[in-house]
């Protein structure tokens, strides 16, 4: 073969791959869709995970088959009826996840991140937040 012709085809193949990259580098990015801005949350639930003192009095309140709204935890209660919170579930459970991590069924027309904020202004709460929906893109 040719060494001319030859060395214009290599520098061709080598030379197409970089043109590529860098055309895709300039392109902008596209915009996230418009209802990724807002997170979602599945209706009236609430994570709320609880210090171990708080969830212990929980635990064994949950072990008896207390009602939701009568947990032996005043602050707790009280806004467990505030919000109509019909179920308490452990997410983990108790030999595996993380120790004292709830899932609170609340009326479907509370304010989740209202109550979540409620929930946070107690001594007795490491974390609340509306049950987030993930999803993949």
Known sequence: MNRPFL???LSALLAA?????????????APPPADAQAPQH??????VKLT?????I??????A???????????FDALNARYGTSRIERVFPRQ????????????LDADLLQAAAEY??????????PNLIATVQ
């Open 52 to 56: 171990p003192e708080a969830g212990a």
């Open 42 to 47: 599945v209706a009236g639930e609430l994570l």
């Open 7 to 9: 060395g214009a085809i």
């Open 17 to 29: 791959p970089l043109g590529c990259r860098q055309s895709r580098t300039e392109l902008p990015a």
């Open 96 to 107: 595996t996840g993380p120790p004292h991590t709830y899932k609170l069924t609340l009326r």
């Open 120 to 129: 946070r202004r107690h001594q007795g709460v490491v974390y609340a937040q």
């Open 58 to 63: 929980v635990e064994a309140a949950l072990e």
């Open 65 to 75: 088959g207390q009602p939701p709204a009568q947990t032996g935890v005043a602050w």
